[in-house]
């Protein structure tokens, strides 16, 4: 069974159903396998969950503003 993960920010419902739409539609068609053959998980991540450069993401956007 095919297996896609994202990891991205928070989304609204209809984004995921989105999502999980379009990729399970494209690996489907670039692998020639059964749309019912893949599950899709997200991963949503706050970003006061992701560092870059030693910084929180949260503190960049705040100093961004």
């Not at 990891?7 to 609204?12: A, F, L, R």
């Not at 739409?21 to 019912?36: D, I």
């Amino acid at each position: 069974m095919p297996t896609i993960n994202f990891y991205g920010p928070e989304m609204t419902r209809e984004q995921k159903e989105e999502m999980v739409k379009g990729f399970t539609r494209v690996a489907s068609q670039v692998l020639g396998k059964t749309e019912k053959a893949f599950t899709v998980y997200i991963w949503e991540i706050g970003q006061e969950n992701v560092g870059v450069g030693g910084e929180l993401m949260a503190e960049k956007n705040e100093k961004g503003k």
